[in-house]
């Protein structure tokens, strides 16, 4: 850091397996992902290259290793998994994650109907090879998933190979755990935890009031993801209590007054 301050939450180290930030990358050119690997690798642990920009982005290769080099896992937006699915292409979607050495893949069946016993033959397979996050809730709004169904669901993927189970909310945070007006299902969310590990749970949580619920209920190394490039960093300072929302959060009893009254 450029200085010192107390109380600042300890936040854990690159490799992490908590306390992870994932990037969204919708598009960024290789230029761009040299300026965020220069001001954010530090803080980013993942980067999905989201749904299909992967087929379009140009000068793809070298994107990936500009991230790559910078200790960045990357892993295909799980829609393209989709994809390479519904058209019976699994094994060309396997062949596709080696040619680019792309170390992380996302099993997911937000937009396809995908048996529950197929996904999890999916994850075995590439968790013999690549890092799985597997994802659960669908895409479309309006479906509701029982809190039951949801545990079901990431216990068995976790058991299957996953490494964590990534919560549904799309980039625009308004499916899956959240409401269509953006706020938590608070029930889901603690009937959810109350059965599987937060520490195996990466929540999709787009808009700053989504991080700030999240870090509120689960501290500063809770797993967030599709986060904008450019909010890496703030998300960061909300996450050790270096800006307004989250500023008293960390801070001991009694400093908050004894130095202002």
Not at 84 to 89: C, K, L, S
Not at 154 to 166: D, P
Not at 213 to 223: A, H, L, S
Request: glycine residues 8%; contains cysteine; charged residues 25%.
């Amino acid at each position: 850091m450029n200085f010192s301050l107390p109380h600042i939450p300890e936040r854990t180290e690159k490799p992490r397996k908590s306390g992870l930030t994932m990037m969204m990358d919708k598009g960024l050119s290789w230029r761009q992902a040299e300026n965020f690997v220069d001001s954010c690798a530090e803080f980013a642990d993942i980067v999905k290259l989201g749904f299909g920009t992967s087929y379009l982005t140009k000068d793809f290769e070298r994107k990936l290793e500009i991230y790559h080099e910078a200790g960045i896992t990357t892993y295909l937006g799980g829609t393209l998994f989709e994809a390479f699915i519904i058209r019976g292409m699994f094994d060309d979607y396997r062949k596709l994650l080696d040619r680019f050495k792309i170390p992380a893949a996302e099993v997911s069946d937000g937009s396809i109907v995908l048996n529950h016993e197929l996904k999890c033959e999916y994850i075995n397979k590439l968790s013999k090879d690549f890092i799985v996050m597997s994802e659960v809730g669908s895409k479309e709004e309006g479906i509701l998933i029982s809190p039951n169904k949801w545990i079901n669901m990431m216990q068995a993927e976790l058991e299957a190979g996953s490494w964590k189970v990534i919560a549904e909310a799309r980039e625009s945070g308004n499916v899956g755990i959240y409401r269509p007006n953006g706020t938590a299902h608070v029930a889901l969310v603690n009937k959810i935890i109350a059965k599987v590990s937060v520490e195996n749970i990466l929540w999709e949580a787009p808009k700053k009031a989504q991080q700030v619920w999240f870090i509120k209920q689960f501290g500063t190394n809770v797993n967030l993801g599709n986060i904008a490039h450019d909010e890496v960093i703030p998300l960061e300072t909300l996450r050790i209590g270096l800006r307004g929302d989250t500023f008293h959060d960390f801070l001991p009893e009694g400093v908050a007054n004894q130095n202002i009254e």
